[in-house]
């Protein structure tokens, strides 16, 4: 059997950066809450935009990106991954004409918050969805403020939703961390 795993030929556990039981139980509960079609859990909500981005984007691309998410997120884009050449174009996402002029045919993503930290604002979800399937663009929504109970942004057009587990799915801030939950709807 163990040797099947390590051949990567069983699915099960064998190294637990990649996975283990406690782990995979938590992304599947949030996967499941949210509807998606899998789930990556992270260290901090700070790495799941790092995976995430790590994953659609080389230099020479962008994303564009609503002006009032967490400052958190706009540091690591602006101050960090502007350093691999991936450039952040700033938009007002309750203006979703806006959105759709700013994409470009490096665009990997549109990114925002169902509710924003700390403005409070709510997405357009529904128009966001529509200006991403015309472009042929991911749209990534953060639900860290809003969680499940309040919002299933698959359900109104997202295409990936992230996570800073670290606040409301914690529900104590005793902790540290994030996820990224994949729709299964872009190609
Ligand atoms: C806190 C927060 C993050 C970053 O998460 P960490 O777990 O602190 O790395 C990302 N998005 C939103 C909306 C947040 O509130």
């Excluded at 700070?46 to 995430?52: G, I, P």
């Excluded at 997120?73 to 806006?98: A, E, K, M, W």
């Excluded at 470009?104 to 128009?127: K, Q, S, W, Y």
């Excluded at 540290?176 to 709807?185: K, L, Q, Y």
Aim: net charge negative; hydrophobic share 40%; glycine share 12%.
């Amino acid at each position: 059997f163990a040797a099947g795993l390590f051949n990567l030929e069983e699915d099960g556990f064998i190294y637990s950066r990649l996975a283990n039981p406690t782990v995979c139980a938590f992304e599947e509960g949030l996967n499941s809450l949210e509807g998606g079609v899998g789930c990556l859990a992270t260290s901090s909500g700070q790495a799941a935009f790092t995976h995430l981005i790590a994953a659609l984007c080389s230099s020479g691309d962008n994303l564009v990106v609503s002006r009032k998410v967490y400052g958190g997120t706009l540091t690591l884009l602006q101050n960090v991954f502007s350093r691999y050449g991936v450039d952040t174009i700033l938009i007002d996402s309750d203006h979703p004409c806006q959105v759709e002029q700013s994409i470009n045919d490096r665009t990997r993503g549109i990114i925002t918050e169902v509710i924003g930290n700390p403005m409070m604002n709510v997405a357009p979800l529904e128009a966001l969805s529509r200006i991403a399937r015309r472009q042929g663009v991911p749209l990534i929504i953060d639900n860290t403020f809003a969680t499940p109970v309040l919002c299933r942004p698959i359900e109104w057009g997202a295409h990936v939703v992230v996570y800073s587990t670290t606040k409301y799915i914690s529900g104590n801030g005793n902790l540290i961390g994030g996820a990224i939950v994949d729709g299964g709807t872009f190609p």
